[in-house]
């Protein structure tokens, strides 16, 4: 994750976090506080609000349903931790982000559940996946 700080520093990539993240974010004031100064996602056009030329994105699909079938397809009901996952995706995909970044690797990442998210257009990486991708892509060190 250092390696993908660094390169945020250096303007080689945006970070950005949904509101969920910030919702169940816990641990060492100092780290509440750098994840609150990690952007957050663009909010979503609203017809009527938002105005072209404006900060705001056009939504993209809500797969809400289809991510939570894909993330606990054998869950009947979600808990919270469960809810928020399917959240953070989801909000990931309706404001058209490039790659969806996570150390969460059994909710988002194993069972095939990586694969099957990238073939609906959804890129999951841990911090080293994209380290070592970006570092073979671009020649990033």
């Given at each position: 994750m250092n390696t993908i700080e660094r390169w945020a520093s250096a303007g080689l990539l945006d970070l950005?976090?949904?509101?969920?993240?910030l919702k169940e974010f816990s641990g060492p004031k100092t780290h509440v506080d750098k994840a609150k100064n990690i952007d957050?996602?663009?909010?979503?056009a609203t017809f009527g609000v938002s105005i072209f030329g404006g900060d705001d994105v056009l939504a993209?699909?809500?797969?809400g349903l289809e991510i939570r079938d894909i993330l606990f397809p054998t869950v009947a009901h979600l808990n919270s931790n469960q809810q928020n996952?399917?959240?953070h995706l989801q909000q990931h995909v309706r404001t058209g982000l490039d790659v969806f970044l996570t150390k969460n690797v059994?909710?988002?990442?194993?069972?095939?559940?990586?694969?099957v998210l990238r073939?609906?257009?959804?890129?999951?990486?841990?911090?080293?996946?994209?380290?070592?991708?970006?570092?073979?892509?671009?020649?990033?060190?």
């Open positions: 950005q976090r949904s509101d969920t993240f957050p996602f663009p909010r979503l993209g699909p809500d797969l996952d399917v959240e059994n909710d988002f990442i194993r069972g095939g559940k990586q694969e073939k609906r257009g959804i890129w999951v990486y841990t911090p080293d996946e994209l380290v070592a991708r970006l570092g073979v892509l671009y020649g990033w060190k």
